[in-house]
């Protein structure tokens, strides 16, 4: 099954409008040529437009970090589906470990959330993996079925289409340890069997299951080069332009 690798950029809580214009202003050559892989940059909610303006036209495309279950009402600070959908946004971050640990996000709200933003249209990348502790306590593939058949619970088969998963080994995200490729290797593995277990075989030999946590120019060729790590979500190297497309053209083999 050919499955179309995807790197994403997952800027967290960095770049003003105008620092996150000149990122993909200078991005936006660098990467022009680059046609065997989908690129996706995640500013914040109040960059977005500035990085939808940017990167108009260009082989640059745009997602939210997070977005809310519902479609609209009282929710202080929150941001619909439809409010991205309308600001140009065609991807969005869901159940990033940063929101698990420090805002509470479960397994029933990242439900909560695909399910809205699949709705409106949005593609979703949803994130799972371990902690350390719960690697070194031999329970990584219980936390990750778990997070996946949680998380994925009611979805139509229909809307996989447009669901990618992240695996970011908790201990991974920004520490510079990265999980060895092998060892990645095997998790999207179990990952793309528990998504066959659930949804059948088509849907997960077409699903694409990026791989994040420090990953680098250095590093990804050999990650990406994985017969089930179909990408990256990629944290402190998306954050300036030449590290971010030399990780891009690593990971696709030039
Ligand atoms: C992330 O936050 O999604 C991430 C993978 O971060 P980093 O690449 O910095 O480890």
Redesign the pocket.
């Known amino acids: 099954m050919e499955r179309k690798v995807i790197i994403a950029g ?1 800027w ?1 809580m960095n770049k003003t409008a105008a620092a996150g214009k000149e990122l993909v202003e200078a991005l936006k050559p660098l990467v022009a040529d680059v046609t065997e892989a989908e690129i996706v940059v995640c500013p914040p909610f109040t960059t977005l437009n500035a990085v939808v303006a940017a990167a108009a036209g260009s082989n640059i495309k745009v997602g939210a970090q997070n977005v809310h279950w519902a479609e609209n009402g009282a929710f202080t600070g929150e941001i619909s589906a439809e409010m991205l959908v309308t600001s140009g946004v065609e991807y969005v971050i869901i159940g ?1 470990s ?1 929101r698990r640990q420090y805002f509470g996000e479960t397994d029933a709200t990242v439900n909560a959330r695909m399910k809205a933003a699949l709705k409106a249209g949005l593609k979703v990348i949803v994130c799972v993996g371990e902690t350390l502790e719960e690697r070194e306590g031999n329970k990584t593939s219980e936390v990750i079925g778990r997070q996946i058949k949680e998380g994925f619970e009611g979805i139509a088969a229909a809307d996989m289409a447009n669901v990618i998963v ?1 695996y ?1 080994p908790v201990w ?4 510079g340890k990265t999980a060895t490729p092998e060892m990645a290797e095997e998790t999207h593995k179990f990952i793309r069997e528990t998504v066959s277990a659930i949804f059948g075989g088509d849907v997960a030999g077409a699903l694409r299951i990026q791989y ?4 680098k120019p250095e590093n990804a060729r050999e990650l990406v080069a994985q017969a089930d790590i179909d990408g990256g ?5 998306a954050l300036k332009a030449d590290s971010f497309a030399k990780l891009i053209t690593e990971a696709i083999g030039r």
């Open positions: 997952n967290k990033h940063e992240a970011e991974a995200i920004g520490t994040g946590g420090s990953m979500l990629i944290g402190g190297a």
